[in-house]
């Protein structure tokens, strides 16, 4: 089982910046990946960012999401910058321990981009 709390949501002006971390704890058989989804309202879940042996970064934020991970900690981070309104959503952390899609889901982080 994976355990994961994410933390730095909050209300930014557009433009602006956050740092979502998250922080993951308990055990498994093998090395999984971190990664990142999102749910705005009224839409399904959509993927973010995803780290591990590589780096993956959805069309939607790619070039102003960075995804990055301290592998001693057992953390991963979402580096937002000039955020859009559009980007507004609760963020989901998540352990992809089979690389078949999320297998363990944080409780998510709202994220609220004005205009």
């Known amino acids: 089982q994976v355990q994961l709390v994410e933390s730095g949501g909050g209300l930014v002006q557009a433009g602006g910046s956050l740092k979502l971390s998250c922080a993951a704890s308990?055990?498994?058989?093998?090395?999984?990946?971190l990664g990142w989804y999102r749910q705005a309202p009224g839409k399904e879940r959509e993927f973010v960012a995803h780290?591990?042996?590589?780096?993956y970064i959805a069309d939607s934020v790619k070039g102003r999401c960075t995804i990055s991970r301290d592998i001693d900690k057992n953390k991963v981070y979402l580096q937002m910058n000039n955020l859009k309104p559009e980007d507004t959503a609760i963020y989901y952390c998540?352990?992809?321990?089979?690389?078949?899609?999320?297998?363990?889901w944080g409780q998510g982080t709202q994220v609220t981009v004005s205009s």
């Open positions: 998540i352990a992809d321990v089979t690389l078949r899609g999320p297998d363990y």
């Open positions: 308990g055990r498994t058989f093998r090395n999984y990946d």
């Open positions: 780290i591990g042996g590589t780096t």
